[in-house]
């Protein structure tokens, strides 16, 4: 379980090894020496960057692209047909848990991506608990029973997805030990839990997972990461009224704004509203409040 700076650095470094070893040993020195990093960020044909406290850091190696053809084989396990479904929307689980996300040149069919090809960037980001970091939403939902569905919402990269695994561990481990279910759908939010009793449905389409969670898990809260479509909110109130408390994220600016959130707000569909925003060096603020 990434509990800790140095098993969020060990997971950074384990990542950095999927890169050819020219670049792994550079990037293993910056990273055992900025002691957190949140990403790595490469671009075929230029520097390899690492993310910290939000500030983008270049560490002066340069990916070729046919090192970033390598890089993307060494995540791939060398076969990047078997990878291909997720490649497609963007992203590649490795066999040990790390995910990085991908992009490149989409080849399309009446409107519909096909596949991927000449991926010329990866961008690994370092799952990490920050304990703390969800106690005031674990404090409001407490004040609910634990009843209310919860939205939460950010710009990208705004702490969402750190904060949900933060907040499984809460309800899962707290006193109260609720059965928690974890909808992950694109494999973002389990990484870091391994040991708690949590339920986990990796790769699920959100929708489905909901359901599914609901009709054999028998869960008292159901997280879920980044809703965006009628179907998620659908199935929400569905979950809703089957007794399950749904905490979901979804994007927004930094007002709040979102079509997503206009239209939840419209159904009725969550009873707390908890809004993220980072100010300065990496600090996070935090508005909570119930509709």
């Keep these: 379980m990434i509990t800790t700076q140095s098993g969020a650095q060990s997971y950074a470094v384990r990542a950095a090894c999927y890169f050819p070893s020219r670049i792994a040993s550079a990037l293993t020195s910056f990273i055992r020496r900025c002691g957190e990093c949140d990403e790595i960020r490469a671009v075929a044909g230029s520097d390899v960057c690492l993310t910290v406290s939000g500030k ?58 096909v596949s991927v090809a000449d ?48 907040l499984a561990y809460l ?60 179907d998620d909110l659908e199935a929400v109130d569905s979950a809703t009224g089957c007794g399950a408390a749904v905490v979901a994220s979804c994007h927004s600016d930094a007002r709040g704004d979102s079509r997503v959130i206009a239209e939840a707000k419209r159904r009725g569909s969550f009873g707390i509203y908890y809004g993220i925003s980072k100010s300065g060096e990496g600090a996070v603020s935090f508005e909570g409040y119930e509709k």
Excluded at 61 to 88: A, F, P, Q, W
Excluded at 134 to 149: P, R, T, V, W
Excluded at 153 to 158: D, L, N, T, V
Excluded at 171 to 189: K, N, P, Q, S
């Design 56 to 113: 983008t850091v270049p560490t002066g190696v340069v990916c070729t692209r046919d090192e970033m053809r390598l890089t993307v084989m060494s995540l791939c396990g060398n076969s990047v047909y078997s990878h291909s479904e997720t490649i497609k929307e963007g992203y590649v689980v490795t066999s040990d848990g790390v995910r990085a996300g991908v992009a490149g040149r989409a080849v399309t069919e009446g409107g519909r991506i």
């Design 119 to 166: 991926i010329s960037s990866v961008v690994i980001r370092i799952p990490s608990r920050r304990e703390g970091f969800a106690d005031e939403l674990y404090g409001i939902m407490e004040k609910a029973s634990f009843k209310k569905n919860v939205l939460v919402y950010a710009p990208p990269a705004g702490g969402k997805t750190t904060l949900l695994r933060e």
């Design 171 to 230: 309800l899962a481990g707290g006193e109260g030990r609720l059965r928690v279910a974890v909808v992950d759908t694109r494999y973002e939010i389990a990484e870091g839990l391994a040991g708690s009793h949590i339920y986990t449905l990796s790769g699920y389409p959100r929708a489905k997972g909901i359901e599914i969670a609901v009709r054999t898990l028998s869960p008292e809260v159901i997280i879920c990461d980044e809703i965006a479509r009628e």
